[in-house]
């Protein structure tokens, strides 16, 4: 069973971006921890990243056709982009919204997520774990669909 990993806008510069926010390590290790925590649960990830919103629809669109879920972290997009919520809404298979940071308790307009809506469910402001979360949480879902 596959996953895909979205990671949108400026998530390539984590590690130096903000570490006060977004914390110090590299989307890269982050990636890696969570494909070996996924391994173990008997699923396999795909990751990409792009800034542009036009390569993270083509991602969602893609996504459609060989993955069980998808596990989006789509940066500033996710507080405009219907363009990305429309695409979300029409794929199937779930999505899950991560955020590293708790976007409810930072700016006003990072409290509206116009993704939110067509999205399995949301995980924000755990740092890193927030990815392991949304894994764990599709594992629950397809755990609970295979029954
Ligand atoms: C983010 C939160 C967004 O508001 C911000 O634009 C990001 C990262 C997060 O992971 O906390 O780029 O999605």
Redesign the pocket.
Known sequence: MKILVIN????NLLGEREPN??GNETLNSINEELSAKAEKMGYELEFFQSNSEGELIDALHASRLDCAGVIL????Y??YSYAIRDAISAIKIPVVE????N?NS?DEF?KTSVIAPVCAGTI?GFGKY?YHLALDALGYRFSKEKK
């Open positions: 949108g806008p400026n998530l926010v977004y972290n789509a940066g500033a996710t507080h991560v955020h590293l940071s976007v930072r990072r924000a927030s």
